[in-house]
């Protein structure tokens, strides 16, 4: 039997232009939901698997602040990512039904997320995507109340929660509680996690989303080389690239690509095609590209 997953998606402002696309790519993995709390309209894209509850982000900072019983004030929505470590805290109401809860982010394009995250993965306490830190744009935990209630191990969560400024609380603080000793040989990480239950049932693995950009730090492809690939390809929910043949990837990562500006410069100019529904596209440094045949070079 299938374990049930929501992800908890608070998302405030404007949907980027390739909001729809980002939909597509949930509606293809059916058996994971999504629910955005958003001050948004909803998207054209439509799916099953994606819901909304419509508030203000006055009034999502009113309710958070309320559930943790802190002062929250929160200048812009990119603070919320301090929020992410205690979601399930916060919503615990909205995920009672779910085995897993997740927190992730909207610049990226799914694969099948089922093909990496089995029922024998789903069975750890926390699952993420880099091998060594809790990653901000996808991560799933077990609800239950130790860790719905993991976020409080992180050192003074209410006071970096009430500090203006974003505190990195996603990944590098919530890191720390669960791989306190990343820079430890891997059976001494092993030996101490007996006396630390957040240490144990931990499913850290680098699944190369985010490849080749400025926050690689000199970290190798999964080949060990340095060469990344240059163009991905979404084809009715498999994910692709020009470098690794049929391999599929869990999603891509283009935070970096959308900076760019010729990324910004291709993708506004196509923004009547971003506003539509596709089932089959190439992303690369210049953006999103349709009506091609996606072969792989």
């Known amino acids: 039997m299938n374990k049930k997953i ?43 698997n994606v819901q909304y ?23 812009s929505p990119y603070k919320m990512c301090d929020l992410k470590p205690a979601y ?6 909205d995920i009672k039904d779910y085995d897993y809860f997740g927190f992730g982010d909207i ?3 799914y694969g099948n997320i089922r093909s990496f995250y089995t029922d024998k993965v789903l069975k750890h306490n926390i699952i993420t995507t880099d091998n060594r830190r809790v990653s901000g744009h996808l991560t799933l935990i077990k609800n239950t109340e130790q860790m719905r209630n993991a976020f409080r191990q992180i050192k003074n969560w209410k006071l970096l929660l009430e500090s203006p400024e974003h ?6 603080a919530f890191s720390k509680v669960f791989k306190p000793h990343k820079n430890f040989p891997s059976w001494l990480q092993k030996f101490l996690s007996f006396f630390d239950p957040y240490q144990r049932s931990i499913f850290f693995k680098d699944q190369y989303t985010t490849p080749g950009f400025k926050n690689m730090h000199g970290r190798p492809w999964h080949d060990q ?16 690239n020009d470098q690794d ?12 690509w959308k900076k760019e500006a010729d990324w910004l410069q291709h993708n506004l100019s196509s923004n009547e095609q971003l ?18 045949k996606n072969q792989q070079a």
């Open 245 to 256: 043949g049929a391999r599929e990837f869990i999603y891509f990562h283009f935070m970096y």
């Open 53 to 75: 509850r419509h508030l203000s982000f006055t009034q999502y900072k009113k309710f958070a602040a309320e559930k943790l019983n802190i002062h929250f004030s929160a200048p």
């Open 107 to 109: 610049d990226l394009i």
């Open 167 to 172: 505190q990195h609380m996603d990944e590098a």
């Open 6 to 48: 929501i992800m908890l998606m608070p998302y405030f402002g404007s949907w980027p232009v390739w909001i729809n696309l980002y939909i597509e790519s949930c509606k293809y993995n059916p058996d994971i939901n999504w629910l955005f709390f958003t001050d948004c309209d909803e998207p054209e894209n439509k799916a099953d």
């Open 88 to 93: 399930g805290f916060i919503h615990e109401q």
């Open 225 to 240: 080389s340095f060469n990344y690939p240059a163009k991905w390809f979404w084809d009715k929910g498999k994910l692709t």
């Open 275 to 292: 506003f539509h529904v596709h089932d089959s596209f190439s992303i690369d440094h210049k953006g999103f590209t349709f009506n091609e």
